[in-house]
């Protein structure tokens, strides 16, 4: 069975810079294929991609907040970790990590989401 | 960006009836190597992370009700739910993984009417 979760801060200040983990059981980053994306979604609001890791340490990211991500892997950990800089009101959301299993499918498997809200 | 236009916003269906939601890709999302469309649907609950109904634009995931069903023609999707249950409440989302980055459209509120 595959589950994801993530874990990070609730509140942020604008202009800090928020780290999120998402820390997954029942497949391998190491897998051929298998990706783990992190998504947002503001309150009301549809969800956004913004950033995707593949089992071979591809990545891509959102082209209008690429200056301001990073993912990376910890295949040993089963961790995916995201993190953005300069957080501003506007960044306030539920953050998601979510699982495919193969290249350029949809999104499987998500985690129940972490509310990060940024406010000073 | 792929742009994804869904429609309506929203939706209100008596409960047993036909609910469709309606979803088009700026561009095609035909990958020509497999002859398949890179388009899948999700229902979002309240409070709830977005549940994978339908990918490749008609294949139903394991364990979505049949009353669920994608069609497509062209760069036009369609979700349709045959008899809608009070379980159905939610919001709809489509999505292309065609192309980086990743896109959903707006979103379809059901309602029971």
């Known amino acids: 069975q595959i589950t994801l979760k993530e874990s990070g801060p609730t509140l942020v200040k604008p202009t800090q810079t928020l780290t999120l983990t998402c820390t997954f059981s029942?497949?391998?980053?190491?897998?051929?294929?298998?990706?783990v994306s992190w998504i947002r979604q503001p309150p009301g609001k549809a969800p956004e991609c913004l950033a995707l890791?593949?089992?071979?340490?591809?990545?891509r990211y959102s082209p209008s907040l690429k200056s301001r991500l990073t993912i990376t892997k910890d295949t040993s950990r089963n961790q995916v970790v995201l993190t953005m800089t300069n957080m501003d009101p506007v960044d306030t959301a539920t953050y998601y990590c979510?699982?495919?299993?193969?290249?350029?499918?949809?999104?499987?498997?998500w985690g129940q989401g972490t509310m990060v809200t940024v406010s000073s | 960006d792929i742009v994804m236009t869904q429609s309506p916003e929203s939706l209100a269906v008596s409960l047993g009836e036909r609910a469709t939601i309606n979803c088009k890709s700026s561009?095609?999302?035909?990958?020509?190597?497999?002859?398949?469309?890179?388009l899948a649907w999700y229902q979002q609950k309240p409070g709830q992370p977005p549940k994978l109904l339908i990918n490749?634009?008609?294949t139903r995931e394991s364990g979505v009700p049949d009353r669920f069903s994608g069609s497509e023609s062209g760069t036009d999707f369609t979700l349709t739910i045959t008899s809608l249950q009070a379980e159905d409440v939610a919001v709809y989302y489509c999505?292309?993984?065609?192309?980086?980055?990743?896109?959903f459209g707006q979103g379809t509120k059901v309602e029971i009417k």
């Open positions: 979510a699982h495919s299993g193969t290249v350029r499918n949809a999104f499987d498997i």
């Open positions: 029942g497949f391998s980053l190491s897998t051929s294929g298998v990706s």
């Open positions: 890791i593949y089992w071979d340490d591809d990545k």
């Open positions: 561009q095609s999302l035909l990958y020509r190597a497999n002859n398949k469309k890179y």
């Open positions: 490749w634009a008609s």
């Open positions: 999505q292309q993984y065609h192309s980086s980055p990743r896109t």
